[in-house]
């Protein structure tokens, strides 16, 4: 099975300057976990997930005052629409990700979450191998 098969194709794109009250109001309406934060003048492509919103709320820090730009991921690992679930899957674990922004020629076509392979792989039969420990 192929990230294409696996991906939430409801791409949330915001800005670097949506605050985080912001942001996480679309992501709630739109049922999304994560925002593609597009800075064409700075950093390009970063991803806003709700984890990066919670560490911001946990720090207390003012939702309505800190913006998308200064929590955005930007070293990010793309994804593309071709690759097996198991390529999707390696990245996330080697990288600590849980969403991979899917692009197909430079531009955001999706987001693949850990819950979006786990989904696919119990669908199709796929078991976790247990590890001897």
Known sequence: ???HDAM????LTIGPDHTLRQAACLMS?????????LDLDDSGTGILTERDILVSLGA??????????????TDVVFAAPAWTLDEAAEAMAHGGFRHLIVLDDREPVGVVS???????????GRRATPVAG
Do not use: F, K, N, Y
Not at 8 to 11: A, F, I, L
Not at 115 to 124: E, G, K, L, P, Y
């Open 1 to 3: 099975m192929l990230v």
């Open 8 to 11: 939430s194709t409801t791409v």
């Open 29 to 37: 309406a739109r049922r999304v976990g994560a925002a593609v934060v």
């Open 60 to 73: 207390g820090q003012d939702p309505d005052i800190e913006t998308a730009g200064t929590h955005t991921t």
């Open 114 to 124: 850990v819950r979006d392979i786990i989904r696919c792989w119990t669908r199709t």
